[in-house]
């Protein structure tokens, strides 16, 4: 499975910014999918989560009210909504593939996107 990330940028606090995540599989639309980011010098950490069906959906205190993860299943792509941009989103965004275990471990996810960044200016 491939999962590419795009849609990253230099956005001023207080914007917003669309991130997508294309995957290679058609079985994309079977697995639960989630948004990582990693802050430099920081622990890779979870954003958000979706399951496969988009019923769920669960965020990380931080971005709860400014994120919004969704998906397309018939074009097999993971989105994140990033509204109301803070300094401290600055980070390198992932998208993964669930596999096994609690949703907001890294450990639980089996397959990467390669990573897009977002820096956010004050």
């Known amino acids: 499975v491939q999962l590419q990330a795009s849609g990253g940028g230099l956005v001023q606090a207080g914007g917003s910014l669309r991130l997508s995540c294309a995957a290679s599989?058609?079985?994309?639309?079977?697995?639960?999918m989630a948004w990582f980011r990693q802050a430099s010098g920081k622990e890779r950490a979870f954003v958000a989560r979706?399951?496969?069906?988009?019923?769920?959906?669960n965020y990380d205190d931080s971005v709860k009210g400014r994120f919004t993860i969704s998906r397309d299943n018939a074009k097999n792509t993971l989105y994140l909504q990033m509204n109301n941009v803070q300094p401290e989103d600055t980070a390198r965004y992932y998208c993964?593939?669930?596999?096994?275990?609690?949703?907001?471990?890294?450990?639980?996810?089996?397959?990467w996107g390669q990573g897009t960044e977002v820096t956010v200016s004050s």
């Open positions: 979706i399951t496969w069906t988009g019923a769920i959906t």
């Open positions: 993964a593939q669930y596999y096994s275990g609690t949703y907001t471990s890294s450990a639980s996810y089996l397959y």
């Open positions: 599989e058609r079985t994309f639309g079977s697995y639960d």
